[in-house]
């Protein structure tokens, strides 16, 4: 195992656990994914860039950010359709930027705040479903130092876009691969 092997396998780990099963003298390990699965972010000049854990089997439709208000409940700041282009439908997307999606329902009026939520909505053989939340802490940013390719996550992990996919389990028709 490389290097870069070794330390994705820590990081899988990290963020979701370790399940072992041992029986007749046999045993077994395999990670865990975090369940929901982290998402990705980045800035790129003044953008916020998501990078969404997506499955091959579906396409990102829209995106919304939302926070938590103190007296319950959510307030949405950000919500958009009508992905432009690949990159968008595969799960990678400008908050609060009409250049990811065509349709804006709600404006992002202001910055956006330290902590929220990003949730999407996905189309899976045709059908418009939920996809997973995620949460963004902007704060994991500050300061941080990542490479072409890299994203920060909830957890506070540096992954790459196939790293953040990896964490679904593709073989499930929901969602929430599971």
Known sequence: MDAHSTRNAARAAGRGGVLCLLGLGLSACT???PDP????????????????????????????????RDEGGFETL??????????VRGGEFVVGSDRSFAAEDKGLAGSLPDEFFVETVVTIDGGVETGDDGS??????????????EYMTWSGEV????????????????????
């Not at 359709?81 to 990159?87: E, N, V």
């Not at 963004?136 to 390719?149: C, F, H, I, Q």
């Not at 992954?159 to 599971?178: F, K, L, V, W, Y």
Request: glycine fraction near 12%; charged fraction near 25%; charge should be negative.
């Open 159 to 178: 992954m790459t876009r196939a790293e953040i996919n990896a964490q679904r389990r593709c073989d499930a028709a929901s969602p929430s691969g599971g």
């Open 37 to 68: 699965p982290d998402h990705g972010f980045r800035t790129e000049g003044a953008d916020l860039v998501v990078a969404y854990p997506i499955c091959p089997s579906e396409e990102v439709h829209g995106a919304s950010i939302a926070v938590s």
């Open 31 to 33: 990670l865990t994914a």
């Open 136 to 149: 963004v802490d902007l704060r994991k940013l500050r300061g941080a130092e990542l490479g072409p390719g």
């Open 78 to 87: 950000w919500r958009a359709t009508g992905p432009r282009d690949a990159a």
